[in-house]
């Protein structure tokens, strides 16, 4: 059998990956704050993390792997956006417009996600259903000397754990020197996190020993990881922009509480856009649904996502766009008329397998789905095995398929070639007379008609898009 090695960020190596147990290898990712539509960057740990759970449920069995993903959705972002709303004029309390807000965010996520190939953990807990475990957890921490109470907060007393820093190969003298920590007069530390918060009548809270308060942000995963996967459990998963303050944090609560907690840590880099990270507080992002609605597939999200290594640095450009898409399209129309269900005997080839157990190397992957193009059922198995192909991008094939034969029956090429000539056509006369009106016409109506228009020195040539709308070109005709 192929060896799995992983790089884990708490050694700085790879590793040949171990499970605990083989009949339950269980992996957390971090998941979203729910509170706005999910950015590109924010897709790209979704899908990595989708990789390596495909991945580990073909080599242990898809009933033997766990993968828990939560919703932060307890967080003063959230509550902002329903004060903003609420200022806004929109109706009902507070807590209702919260509430209103997560549940909305939640169902734009997993469409989102599903749209870009993405399977769905198999836990998707939300904080708010887990305060019971944080506070236990929280009254456990005090009792052990590693948290202590300070006007209605609960913080944790980093100087009470040594290993403080480990993950990220800090001390604490350098975090405090690198990081805009929060100066509170009652933090014994500068470093000390919040584990409680107080919370005002307006603002979401749940009753503890502290007081009606919320809980901070890194108690939630430790809480939400404990319940579901137990003290000890296999991979734990997130940007590396969490890797401190948040993974660290994470580390420190669950250790002191006295559980092993996760063996191997993996981050991905971040997208960045002209050397920065996309990110919503700089606000050089887009959202996938952005994406989606101009018309880029979902997979060819995917394709491109995955084209980079997840520890690389990546940027999304139009080049990458299009050669991805072109890609896809080939694929597509090389297996379009064959079955997608899978034998029940399918064997997935051992070279991918290979490329994906060094670490995710997806681009890897990827040559190798390349290389299948004589091979169609092979190629269209191996694509769906890697999240391509899959039903919706099935579904949106056979709807522009069937809305082009509704238009053209079976030529659709000559009457593309017709309008492009005309096109054409009606160019050259205007280079002559250098009235463009007429020329400007046709192409905004094929434009709006949901078919690209390309004109070159050599000619024209016109492309039909997903877009592609048949009553509007009935009219040209
Ligand atoms: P957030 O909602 O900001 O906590 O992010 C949710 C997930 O997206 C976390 O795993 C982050 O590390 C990840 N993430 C955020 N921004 C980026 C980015 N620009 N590139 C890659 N991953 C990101
Ligand atoms: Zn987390």
Redesign the pocket.
């Known amino acids: 059998m192929t060896t799995l090695t992983l790089h884990n960020t708490r050694t700085r190596r790879k590793e040949v990956f171990a499970p605990i147990d083989r009949r339950n290898v269980r992996m957390y990712?971090?998941?979203?704050?729910v509170y706005d539509r999910?950015?590109?960057?924010?897709a790209?740990?979704?899908i990595v993390f989708d990789v390596l759970y495909r991945l580990l449920r073909h080599v242990y069995g898809a009933a033997h792997v766990t993968y828990v993903r939560n919703f932060?959705d307890v967080d003063d972002k959230i509550n902002a956006e329903a004060q903003r709303r609420r200022e806004a004029g929109a109706p009902g309390t507070l807590e209702e417009l919260i509430r209103e807000r997560s549940d909305e965010t939640i169902a734009w996520y997993l469409e989102d996600m599903k749209a870009v190939g993405t399977l769905e953990p198999d836990e998707m807990p939300r904080a708010t259903q887990y305060i019971a475990q944080m506070v236990a957890m929280i009254r456990d921490l005090i009792a052990k000397g590693h948290a202590y109470e300070a006007e209605g907060h609960v913080l944790f007393a980093v100087d009470s754990y040594e290993a403080y820093g480990a993950l990220s190969g800090r001390s604490v003298e350098d975090m405090i020197a690198g990081a805009r920590v929060e100066v509170a007069p009652y933090k014994r530390n500068p470093m000390d996190f919040v584990l409680w918060k107080p919370s005002d009548a307006e603002t979401p809270g749940w009753d503890s020993p502290w007081g009606r308060g919320r809980p901070g942000w890194h108690i939630e995963c430790s809480a939400m990881a404990r319940d579901l996967l137990g003290e000890r459990f296999d991979i734990h998963?997130?940007?590396?922009?969490?890797q401190f303050p948040h993974h660290e944090n994470e580390i420190a609560q669950s250790t002191c509480a006295g559980h092993d907690f996760a063996n191997v840590w993996m981050?991905?880099?971040?997208?960045?856009v002209e050397g920065k990270?996309?990110?919503?507080s700089l606000g050089n992002?887009f959202t996938v649904r952005d994406l989606l609605e101009q018309g880029v597939p979902g997979e060819v999200i995917r394709f491109v996502v995955l084209s980079t290594h997840y520890r690389k640095p990546m940027d999304w450009t139009e080049k990458k766009r299009q050669e991805a898409e072109q890609a896809l399209r080939y694929w597509m129309d090389l297996t379009w008329e064959l079955d997608p269900t899978p034998q029940s005997d399918l064997e997935i080839d051992g070279a991918l397998i290979e490329a994906l157990c060094d670490d995710l190397n997806t681009h890897l992957g990827l040559t190798y789905l390349r290389a299948l193009h004589n091979q169609p059922q092979k190629l269209l198995d191996h694509a769906r095995f890697l999240g391509f192909l899959g039903d919706e991008a099935r579904a949106a094939e056979k709807d522009y398929r069937s809305k082009i034969s509704q238009c053209f029956g079976s030529g659709p090429n000559e009457q593309l070639a017709e309008l492009a000539g005309k096109l054409d056509e009606l160019r050259n006369g205007a280079k002559i007379s250098k009235d463009f009106s007429k020329v400007d016409a046709l192409k905004q109506a094929l434009l709006s008609a949901g078919i690209e228009v390309r004109m070159t020195k050599n000619g024209v040539e016109l492309n039909v898009t997903p877009d592609f709308d048949a009553s509007k070109l009935e009219a040209l005709k």
Do not use: W, Y
Not at 38 to 42: I, S, T, V
Not at 237 to 242: E, S, T, Y
């Open positions: 990712v971090c998941g979203p704050t999910a950015h590109l960057g924010n790209r740990p979704v932060t998963g997130g940007g590396i922009d969490l981050h991905n880099e971040m997208l960045q990270k996309m990110s919503k992002f």
